[in-house]
């Protein structure tokens, strides 16, 4: 039984799954008229599960509960710059390191799960700095995503939207960026718990992986007939096999009027399938979907503005969890799943 929280634009939804089916009318909602932007937790410690969600204007919340019915919520007290959170990561080796990334670009370390936080300073000293810039916010820019390499709690991975991949290996206190053949515009970073230093990117400018911690990047696009990539999972059981979704371009992917996106495959050296049947709606009126794996192999859940779907063969089949839906959900997009064992 799993816990799944899913970032709405104005809302978080918590309901339990059991994967072949979850009671709509137990869907719990909190943050209502909140601006969400991220959101993430870890289930280490079950009698303290912990979920961090970032907001654009009302900075950065904490979620404590160990049922949807249960949860509260409290607005973190913080110094950040501002109030707009862009992103947050859970360390894998330790769940009370907590790092929030803001708009403008700062990253911020919390050594206590959430009640102190420090700034990692140094980030926009980097020399490309000056040329970083959010196209519908050109004046600024922001920390789209951060994840922490599950070898080295001291390798921090960071996308700047828009205009660099940057890495830390000494726990943010230098940073390197721009490393040879990264991604200037990623959206969603992933590591592998069996493959030190493996990096995944999905970004605006095409899917990446690296093997040395972020030094280096392949690009195989092989297959991706749509290189605007968002929203990207990896199965726990083999570090080849990759989802991701993607579209033609920004409004495409985000604006439900307009959009048009596909989710594609990728296991071992092979091209890019897409996944077109299977249950996951995609193509004309879908917006990208974001994804979150469990512990279990091949088990991944995938959120669009269609609804809350799963999978346990990576892919091959999705069923729609009964999380509440209504209509007007069908005109937003997800800003992230988050699937947690009961």
């Known amino acids: 039984m799993d816990t799944v929280y899913v970032a709405l634009r104005d ?14 009318s137990r869907t719990t909602t909190r943050l209502e008229g909140c601006d969400l932007e991220c959101l993430a937790g870890t289930a280490t410690r079950p009698e303290q599960k912990r979920v961090f969600v970032g907001t654009f204007e ?5 979620v404590r509960g160990r049922k949807p019915s249960d949860l509260t919520v409290e607005r973190l007290e913080t110094d950040f710059v501002s109030e707009a959170v862009t992103a947050v990561a859970v360390s894998p080796h330790d769940p009370d390191v907590v790092y929030a990334g ?51 709690p001291d390798r921090l991975y960071v996308g700047i939207e828009a205009g660099a991949f940057v890495y830390s290996d000494d726990g943010g206190e230098t940073w390197h960026e721009r490393p040879d053949g990264s991604r200037r515009d990623n959206h969603t970073l992933a590591t592998h718990p069996d493959r030190e230093g493996r990096v995944y990117t999905a970004a605006g400018d095409g899917y990446a992986v690296s093997d040395d911690g ?45 959009a048009e996106s596909y989710v594609y495959r990728r296991t071992d050296d092979e091209s890019w399938d897409r996944l077109e049947r299977g249950g996951l709606p995609t193509g004309e009126g879908v917006v990208r979907a974001v994804f979150d794996t469990t512990d279990e192999d091949g088990v991944v859940y995938a959120v669009n503005n269609r609804g809350l779907f799963v999978t346990d063969d990576f892919g091959d089949s999705w069923e729609c969890v009964g999380i509440e839906w209504d ?16």
């Open 102 to 152: 803001t708009e403008p670009s700062r990253v911020y370390r919390s050594t206590d799960g959430g009640d102190s936080w420090r700034q990692l300073t140094g980030l926009t000293d980097l020399p490309s700095a000056e040329e970083w810039a959010f196209p519908p916010r050109p004046h600024t820019h922001h920390v789209r995503c951060l994840a922490v390499d599950p070898g080295d």
């Open 58 to 62: 009302d900075g950065l919340f904490r």
């Open 327 to 342: 209509e007007s959900l069908e005109a937003q997009t997800p800003r992230g799943v988050l699937a947690l064992p009961r």
């Open 214 to 258: 972020g030094e280096h990047w392949d690009l195989p696009q092989r297959g991706l007939e749509h290189t605007y990539c968002w929203g990207l999972a990896v199965d726990p059981a083999d570090p080849e096999s990759v989802i991701v979704s993607s579209a033609s371009g920004a409004s495409r992917a985000h604006t439900a009027e307009r």
């Open 11 to 24: 809302r978080l939804l918590a309901s339990s799954s059991s994967r072949d089916g979850a009671d709509s």
